[in-house]
């Protein structure tokens, strides 16, 4: 069975810093796609983040220079490191796998981990 | 980067009625749009891939149609269960978009 999950959210203070974790299990994080998608309380979803083999990386343009991916493949684990963070990198974080073969998608989603910025 | 804006923002419809739902994309996708849907306390569930496949679990009152900046989700005859919020997303450019979702909801 495929899973992913979450770790490292919490409460920290503006301008603070955080890591995520994404643990895999099922699938090999070296040979995935795997992203970060956020959920502020009571919004939409919003993509941030991925990476790929070969290192591909990409991140949306409203975490670029503050949040940074990366991933361990001993632990077969991908990370989202969070500097800089505000008030509206407020969410639940999900950790997801993308697809882009037959059914082109994200086709595994972790549980979630609960990241709040506030003083 | 690729803006979706999803319309409307809220469906109140009654079970059995049809739900059509609508996402516009700021340029081209081709088909590489995906749908979701969520439930209350749940992560998203891939609903439709490539814009009109539906996904393994989903039922046929599911469909998907549109290609290039205009897509729509039907659900042909609401059931319970369909009562939710769904999101596009696109898949054709770096980095990846959501919409901003359609709650359906029971009148």
């Known amino acids: 069975e495929v899973q992913l999950v979450e770790s490292g959210g919490g409460l920290v203070q503006p301008g603070g810093s955080l890591r995520l974790s994404c643990a895999a299990s099922?699938?090999?994080?070296?040979?995935?796609?795997i992203s970060w998608v956020r959920q502020a309380p009571g919004k939409g979803l919003e993509w941030v983040s991925v990476?790929?083999?070969?290192?591909?990386?990409h991140y949306a343009d409203s975490v670029k220079g503050r949040f940074t991916i990366s991933r361990d493949t001993s632990k077969n684990t991908v990370y989202l490191q969070m500097n800089s963070l505000r008030g509206d990198d407020t969410a639940v974080y999900y950790c997801?796998?993308?697809?882009?073969?037959?059914?082109?998608?994200?086709?595994?989603w972790g549980q979630g981990t609960t990241v709040t910025v506030s003083s | 980067e690729i803006v979706l804006t999803q319309s409307p923002a809220t469906l109140s419809l009654s079970p059995g009625e049809r739900a059509t739902l609508s996402c516009r994309a700021s340029?081209?996708?081709?088909?590489?749009l995906a749908w979701y849907q969520q439930k209350p306390g749940q992560a998203p569930r891939l609903l439709i891939y490539?814009?009109?496949n539906r996904a393994t679990g989903f039922p046929v009152r599911f469909s998907g149609s549109g290609s290039g900046t205009d897509f729509t989700l039907t659900i042909s005859s609401l059931e319970p269960e369909d009562f939710a919020v769904y999101y596009c997303?696109?898949?054709?450019?770096?980095?990846?978009?959501f919409g901003g979702g359609t709650k359906v909801e029971s009148k």
């Open positions: 997801a796998r993308e697809w882009f073969g037959e059914s082109n998608g994200i086709d595994v």
């Open positions: 099922g699938i090999t994080v070296i040979t995935n796609y």
């Open positions: 990476i790929y083999s070969g290192n591909g990386i």
């Open positions: 340029q081209s996708v081709s088909t590489k």
């Open positions: 490539d814009a009109s």
């Open positions: 997303q696109q898949r054709s450019n770096w980095p990846l978009t």
